[in-house]
Structures are given as C-alpha cells and as structure tokens.
C-alpha cells in the first residue's frame, strides 16, 4: 500500500488524534487488536461434542399444515376468485387462515365432501370460530383472518373457493391434528456459490416419537419450489431412489438438489402429497431460507506457532482464497500426549480472527497443557473456518501439524484449576473511561421491533435502539457494544433476538458487559435459541406484503444451530431466561396467534416454541402460562409481566 508523505504539522494533528481515542477508548478497545475474545475451553467439552457443527437432518421442520399461494383472477361473470381442492385427512382441528393486504375484503367458501359450496360460516355442519389475528414475530406481522373448525370435520376432499372485489395475491395456510406430518431439512451446509444445494424431505407419525423415523408408501410426490435472489424459481423434483441425497431407495427418504448460481437469501418451500396409511390424501409444505455465501477458502496444510509471553502460544494458520482484512469464526482443538505417550486432547481455541498476510492468528494459553495432563509435540485437530456473518462453514481439515521451537515456561506447571483468563484470554488494560459515570443495566429489544420494555420497572436503565431493523447477530451485538461503551459497565435484559445478540456479544467481544458486576449478566425473555419455525414462511408471505425487514438466516432452526456450534458452555453459563405460552384452558380454543397456531407446536409464545427456546448450559427459570410473545396477541406480551421485571431489575449486572 502507497503511504503519501504528511506535512509535518498534518502529522502531527493526526498523531494527537489517533493518542485522544486511545485515552478515551471504551473497555472493547484495546492497542494490540480487534478486540476479540480468544475463546478456550476443556477437553470435556471435545469429548462431549460440545463444540461440533451441527446434523442438518436433526433440524427439519416439521409441518402438519399447508401453505398455499392464492392468486384472485377475473372469472367470466367479473368477479375474481381463486379455487383448489385440498385433501383434508384429519378431522380435528382444522383452521384457514387468510393472509394477503386485502384478507379482510376477502370471501371464502367451502364444498365438503357430498355437499354444496357455502360460505364457509354457513356451512352446514361445521361450527366455525373466525378470529381476525396476525402472522409474525417481533417487528413484522402480516393480518390474517384464521377460521377455526370447532367440531369434527368431514374428511376427504374440499373445494375452496376464494372470491374479492378486487385481484389480489396472498396466502391460505390450512392445518390440522394429523399425526401425519412432513419432515424437511437441508442436505448439508456447504451453502456457496456453485455448490449442488440438497433438500431432503419426508413423512413421518407424530405419534410414533421425538425422533421422526420415514413413513415409506405414504407420500407418492414431494417437489420443491426453490426462489433465487433475483426472483427466478426453479422446480425441484425429489425422488426416493438413492440417488438424489436421500438414503436408500424407497425407504420413504426423498431427495432434491439444484446448483446455486448466485449468493444472496433463497426461499425454498417444500410440497408433499399422498395417502395416510388409513387411505386419507393429505398435502403439506414446509417453508426454509437460506443464505448462499460467495466466499470461499482452504486451509493449508500445516501450523505455526511462537510463545507470545511466558504463558500463551500464537498460532498461525495458513488459509487461502480470503482477502486480508476479512474476519472469521475459527475452531481447532489442540492435541499432544499424555503421560502414557498417547495422543490426547488438551483443550480447544477458537474465537474471531482477522486475515493478515493469507493467515489466521489464534492465541493458545499453555496452562491448558499443565490442567490437561499434556505436553508436546502439539497438533491441531478437527479446525474449521466458518463465515461469521452467517456461521456457515468455509473449510475444514482433520489434522494440521503444529510447527514451533519451543513452549512457553507456563507449559511445565501443573495446574488445577481453570481460570477466566484461560477461557476467553486477557482482558484489555485499558481502563474503562465512559461518557457517563457508572454501570447501566440495559434493555434490548429485539428483531425488526421497536421499545418494548416498561421503564417504570427497572432503576439505572438505559434503552438499547435499533428500531425496524433486521440484524445478524454479529451486528446486533456489535451495536449493542458501541452503544453501551458510553458506560463504565452494563448488564442487559433482552427480549427475543435480542437475548442472542447478547450472549454473541459476550463470547466474541470485550465490552462493557465484562466489567460489570452482580448476580445475572443477561437475562432474556422469548429468546428463540434454537431459532423459529416462522422464519421461513414470514419470508415467502414478504413476497406479496412487502419484504419489511427481510428473512433472517440467524432465527432459522439452522441458523440458530450454526451459530450455537460456536457459544461454549462457560458463555451459556452467564445467561438467565424464561418462556412463556398462551394460558391452557379446558373450555376454549387456546393460542397467542390464531395464525401462528397452525404451524407453531404447542407450547409457545405465538412465536417461539417452548423447545426452542432452551438454551442448554443456560439458566432456565421456568415456563409461565398466560403471556404471549408481543403486543396485539390473545394474552399479555411477556416483556410486560411487571413481577419478573421487578425480578429482573433487582439482580441484574450493572
């Protein structure tokens, strides 16, 4: 790089600059760096997989309902109207929801087997409930009217017909309580630009267990229909012959692949149709999104290494094909032998690293070799690169020799006991210097949202804003850092994704979370850990309303897994959190969305399943019936339920 000559007295205003902010840095900032965390951890937790990238066919959606494209056309007589035969093999619970701009202007009617075509409130036989709800989390809701069947419907098939004064797009999503259910997921994760992008899909019995095991002879036709960032939709066929990513032949598996051309968020919603072992057809879909990444890199072959101090080890690891500047999640677990002369497992490092002259730097705290019971020549294993915008992985290699000349001196001492400073490196000298005195608890909102905690609840509280924004959680919790940098320290309450960003934060970035003291670092509510169903149909329905604040990989059931391979067990630790449900009654149709109770499984908050909000390693303080999500649902949103606020202000970190 060209460096032009400065007059003397530029320079030396600039030098007065650049000596100003490295006074007035805030605890991230620090003279050697980017300031990341150089996370470790034991060797238990390698050996308990702990640390692993995740299964993609552990992380299917599963789908008991059908979410169907609706395009009004002008008809012969004027009107405009939409019609589908739709297979109902269930009789209870069967709901409609309408979603489109114009749902409310919106007519359905309903043919059941044997019968007339009626408004489907009039239809003889059924008792209908019509509640006016919304599809979404957060920030972003779409209206919908939801028509609950109270009673037994008639199985076989309907004919729907859909008519409004007006063309119009929009969506209808029918569901019932049929054990038969669809299960999908991705192939694998190499997620880039010319990859062959697997889907895999097939049926399987709720009722049968947690795991879902393929039903065979059941579904006759699954098909994908997969939209690129462009707009451009390419029909995918899957097949159940041992071919297409899906396993045997005709064991019930179907698979599905297409190249992808480009990088950018893809849509992908899955169809399957057949007959139920009782001979019922049924049709379910099942919606995803996903990024496609253009980056690409290879990891050499072998490692570097020097003592940095008398204690740590910097590792240098050869990559290619990133351009230096650019930062990166890295993992590698650090090998040599133990008293026996057999290879053995000292502990793993990893945390964010940025390119400098084609290599990645991570710092390895010897201590770790003494508290293991191992000594050199030291390897590196399993080592992986992942994108740390998207954590989707980049390279990997099993095995990478580690080349040195010596340890440092802390190499030789036993030690017995596992410190902070061997999990997460060396705090920042800099001493914290904010703009306003003392420590602030804050409060955090969530995705695409605005405000949404009570502030009369909470004392020495400042309000996080990012108001109608989609972030990854990368950025969320480096805006999170920037804001609270004013502060001598901070604890944060956080709703939704909000609680992610958090926990990001403190396991990649020094902040003020790391001086602040008191019982409960974080404390969440509504935290989609393991991500949302919601995320990938509130991305198809963006097509007819508006993308609003756009698809987020990070609150996918994949996203959200990726992501967690990263956060270690000692980070999860310092998290505190809850989930709630809308409250159980005997005598009444229960939800927090009409809308969302289609598709979401029970319990959950309108938006999180319970499930998928355990944070596992975290600190769960329970599951509270009654509060919903947000604002605008059948209970109370759960960030106004004053008792925990007045629970959450008092232990809070500050």
């Not at 640390?51 to 609706?70: E, F, K, Y």
Request: proline share 6%; charged share 20%; glycine share 10%.
């Amino acid at each position: 790089m060209r460096i032009r000559t400065l007059p003397t007295i530029t320079l030396v205003l600039a030098l007065i600059v650049l000596i100003a902010f490295a006074v007035t840095a805030s605890p991230a900032a620090r003279a050697d760096g980017p300031p990341f965390k150089h996370l470790a951890g034991p060797a238990s937790d390698i050996a308990a997989g702990a640390m692993t990238l995740p299964d993609p066919a552990d992380l299917g959606i599963r789908s008991h309902s059908a979410m169907l494209p609706v395009q009004l056309d002008r008809t012969a007589n004027g009107a405009f109207q939409w019609q589908a035969s739709i297979p109902v093999d269930a009789a209870e619970g069967l709901s409609f929801a309408l979603l489109a701009p114009q749902e409310q202007d919106w007519r359905i009617s309903v043919q059941t087997p044997g019968a007339k075509s009626t408004p489907i409130e009039k239809t003889a036989g059924l008792k209908v409930e019509k509640t006016v709800s919304s599809f979404g989390y957060d920030g972003v809701a779409y209206p919908a009217t939801v028509y609950k069947i109270t009673n037994k419907a008639p199985r076989g098939m309907w004919r729907l017909t859909i008519s409004a004064p007006a063309s119009g797009q929009g969506y209808l999503i029918v569901g019932a309580e049929s054990p038969y259910r669809l299960y999908s997921h991705l192939a694998d994760y190499n997620l880039s630009v010319g990859q062959s992008i697997g889907l895999v899909a097939y049926m399987y019995d709720n009722a049968a267990g947690d795991r879902p095991a393929p039903l065979t002879g059941v579904a006759r036709r699954i098909s994908a229909r997969v939209k690129q960032p462009g707009g451009r939709e390419i029909d995918v066929r899957m097949f159940d012959d041992g071919r297409h990513n899906d396993g045997a032949a005709n064991d019930g598996v179907f698979g599905g692949a297409f190249v992808a051309a480009s990088a950018g968020m893809y849509k992908a919603q899955v169809l399957a149709q057949g007959v139920t072992p009782e001979g019922q057809a049924f049709l379910r879909t099942s919606q995803h999104v996903f990024p496609i990444i253009a980056t690409k890199a290879a990891l050499g072959a072998q490692a570097t290494a020097s003592a940095s101090d008398d204690v740590r080890l910097q590792i240098r690891i050869p990559v290619r094909g990133l351009e230096a500047g650019a930062v990166v999640r890295v993992y590698a677990e650090v090998w040599g032998e133990d008293a026996a002369g057999q290879a053995a497992p000292a502990a793993w490092i990893g945390g964010l690293s940025q390119v400098e002259g084609s290599q990645l730097t991570l710092s390895f705290d010897t201590r770790w070799l003494g508290y293991a019971g191992v000594t050199g020549p030291l390897s590196l294993r399993q080592v992986r690169l992942q994108d740390n915008a998207t954590s989707i992985p980049l390279a990997t290699r099993d095995q990478m020799p580690l080349h040195m000349a010596s340890l440092p001196k802390a190499a030789a001492r036993p030690v017995t006991a596992i410190t902070r400073e061997m999990l997460m490196g060396q705090r920042p000298t800099t001493a914290p210097k904010a703009v306003t005195s003392g420590g602030k608890l804050m409060l955090v909102h969530g995705y695409c949202s605005e405000g949404v905690w009570p502030t009369s609840d909470f004392t020495d509280y400042a309000v996080f804003q990012d108001y109608n924004q989609n972030r990854s959680h990368d950025e969320f919790a480096r805006l999170i850092r920037d804001f609270g940098s004013q502060f001598s320290s901070f604890g944060v309450v956080a709703h939704s994704q909000g609680g992610d960003a958090s926990l990001h934060l403190y396991t990649y970035y020094w902040s003020g979370l790391d001086y602040s003291s008191g019982d409960r670092l974080i404390q969440s509510v509504g935290t989609p850990y393991q991500g949302t169903a919601l995320a990938g149909d509130l991305a198809l329905l963006g097509e007819i309303f508006g993308a609003g604040c756009g698809p987020n990989w990070d609150l996918t059931y994949d996203g959200s897994a990726l992501w967690l391979s990263g956060i270690p067990s000692w980070a999860r630790n310092r998290v505190h959190y809850w989930t709630t449900s809308d409250e159980d009654v005997w005598w009444r149709w229960d939800y927090c969305s009409a809308a969302t109770d289609i598709v979401l499984d029970d319990p959950e908050d309108g938006v999180v399943e319970r499930w998928a909000g355990q944070l596992s390693g975290g600190h769960n303080h329970g599951h509270k019936e009654g509060w919903c999500h947000t604002n605008d649902m059948r209970d109370p949103a759960q960030y106004l339920d004053h008792g925990r606020n007045y629970e959450m202000n008092a232990y809070a970190n500050r």
